[in-house]
């Protein structure tokens, strides 16, 4: 007996065809890139003239399946370092340190730690989103709290002068954490790069040299 498609059926079966269709998966397919996140990452690096210099140390939060980090790992020689974490499992990446655990728990934090082996940060990426409820405010109020928790990593790791990119979404509790943000770098923009759908409530905060930097911890 044929049965009719639940809505979950039909919402996946939406996300498909619009994810076979998008310029950027087949972009990311021809050139080999692990996600077609790569080209959020390219074009705010591009557009707005992040130096990445050769010994730079990058911390990438929420780096599966691993497009950001390869692309990341271009930027660096052997005296630089590129430090990824993920709930998931990922494929190696030739010169990058994978960690497998929660950003948002204090093993993922001390894994962080030894890995960063006393070095501080230069740059510290985040395409780290929470899990969605389809709760709208649990959503919501889940990411500003892994905002938070980037910032407070950023406070403990990151050089003076050093640079955060997370990705955020609008709504409840943005615009305090942004004014808490303000506050700790020199500039900070927001930026919704072409490569992020317009249906997507995402978009990223750069922040843009850190005035603050805490004591050695
Ligand atoms: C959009 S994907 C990242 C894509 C990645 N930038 C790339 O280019 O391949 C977001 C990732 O954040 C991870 N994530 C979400 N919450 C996390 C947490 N608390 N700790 C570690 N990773 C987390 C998810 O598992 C997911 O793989």
């Known amino acids: 007996m044929k049965q009719s498609k639940s809505k979950k059926d039909r919402k996946t079966s939406a996300w498909f065809q619009r994810h076979s269709k998008d310029p950027h998966v087949k972009r990311a397919q021809r050139e080999g890139k692990r996600s077609r996140a790569v080209f959020k990452l390219t074009e705010i690096l591009d557009s707005n003239h992040i130096f990445i210099k050769k010994d730079a140390v990058i911390v990438d939060l929420g ?35 994978l960690i497998q655990g929660d950003f948002d728990s204090p093993e993922g934090q001390q894994a962080l730690k030894e890995a960063l082996d006393g070095r501080k940060v230069d740059l510290v990426v985040s395409d780290m989103a929470p899990e969605m409820s389809g709760h709208k405010l649990v959503d919501q109020m889940r990411m500003i709290g892994l905002n938070e928790m980037t910032m407070y990593f950023a406070q403990q790791y990151l050089k003076p002068d050093g640079d955060v990119l997370m990705k955020t979404f609008m709504g409840q509790g943005y615009d305090v954490f942004r004014q808490e943000m303000g506050k700790n770098f020199k500039r900070i923009k927001n930026i919704k790069p072409a490569a992020s759908r317009k249906t997507s409530p995402e978009f990223f905060l750069l922040g843009l040299g850190m005035k603050v930097w805490s004591e050695e911890i």
């Open 63 to 97: 780096c599966a399946p691993g497009s950001w980090s390869e692309e990341l790992r271009n930027y660096v020689d052997s005296s630089g370092k590129i430090i990824g974490i993920d709930l998931l499992p990922l494929d190696p990446i030739r010169g990058v340190t």
